[in-house]
């Protein structure tokens, strides 16, 4: 079914693209819910743009460790409305943050190219939702559920494992109609990782190329900057900015993050120096 949204940005130009997040959540950990009107989520949405984003992620289920659940019902009152208001005024590319089918479902028909599921499409009907609505999917490596991931960090080659999981849910994908060209994959930053296994994957990020879809990394603001910095979560900014720049200069096409100025100006600097080698 076609969305009458903007459609996503093609995922394979000679730049990282950025998505900026939007939190239609009243706990969100790193804005402590200052956007909970569709007019501050609107403003929020189009300071990102100006700032040079290239779509929106709007959630509206928080998945910070032990994050109250939230309904089917105010999970579609939090993000139908923002979507449509973005559509309405921004016309911009837009993802959904959400692991609900009937949000996947009503978010898509609001107008949303992209699902963008921590949960990689495993809740029952989350599959079919998707290939029916048409739009694109990113699927993300977790363990269990945010409430109970910090425990499951136990792994022998995390890559490995996260490179295995992550080409089972491509094939799942496929089998079930969701072409390649329709599918993004992210390694799940933080998400039943410790620091330490986080920062390798970030720095064997490269090895998840023959995943065969573009790659989508989210580290903004999260503990594994924190840790490398010392740093509390309002002073991460810089932090942030260079993990995403280790990230695309690793093949990360999409960056999924908060401060989208800082991360601009990062990959502008990134992408001046490649642009050099070809004058001399
Ligand atoms: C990620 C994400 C979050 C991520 C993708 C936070 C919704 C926690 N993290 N989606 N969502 N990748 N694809 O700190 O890393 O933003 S929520």
């Known amino acids: 079914m076609s969305h009458p949204g903007a459609p996503c940005p093609d995922w394979r130009v000679d730049r990282p693209l950025i998505m900026g997040i939007l939190n239609a959540t009243p706990d969100s950990f790193s804005d402590g819910g200052r956007w909970n009107t569709v007019d501050s989520a609107l403003a929020a ?5 100006e700032a040079g984003a290239d779509l929106i992620d709007v959630g509206g289920e928080s998945t910070r460790p032990g994050a109250q659940p939230v309904s089917e019902d105010e999970e579609l009152a939090r993000v139908i409305p923002v979507i449509e208001a973005i559509g309405r005024h921004l016309d911009c590319p837009v993802s959904v943050d959400t692991s609900t089918p009937a949000v996947m479902t009503r978010a898509t028909e609001a107008g949303a190219c992209l699902i963008n599921d ?7 009907g989350a599959i079919e939702a998707a290939v029916e609505s048409g739009a694109s999917v990113c699927v993300m490596h977790m363990r269990g559920e945010p409430s109970t991931m910090a425990a499951r960090t136990d ?11 992550l080409a089972e849910r491509i094939a799942r994908l496929q089998r079930a109609g969701l072409g390649s060209d ?5 390694p799940g930053f933080g998400f039943a990782k410790t620091t330490e296994q986080n920062f390798t994957l970030l720095r064997r990020l490269g090895e998840l190329d023959r995943l065969g879809v573009p790659l989508l990394v989210g580290m903004s603001r999260k503990r594994m900057i924190g840790d490398a910095t010392g740093q509390p ?10 993990a995403a720049l280790l990230a695309a200069e690793r093949g990360a096409r999409v960056l999924r993050v908060h401060d989208v ?4 100006d990062a990959i502008a600097v990134w992408q001046a120096t ?6 001399g």
């Open 233 to 242: 979560v309002e002073r991460r900014i810089t932090g942030s900015a260079a």
């Open 261 to 264: 100025g800082a991360t601009r």
């Open 45 to 49: 949405a189009e300071a990102m743009l």
């Open 182 to 186: 329709r599918v993004l994959a992210d």
């Open 155 to 165: 792994y022998d080659d995390v890559v490995k494992e996260v490179v295995d999981f």
């Open 118 to 124: 921590v949960r990689a499409l495993s809740r029952p």
């Open 274 to 279: 490649r642009a050099s080698g070809r004058t």
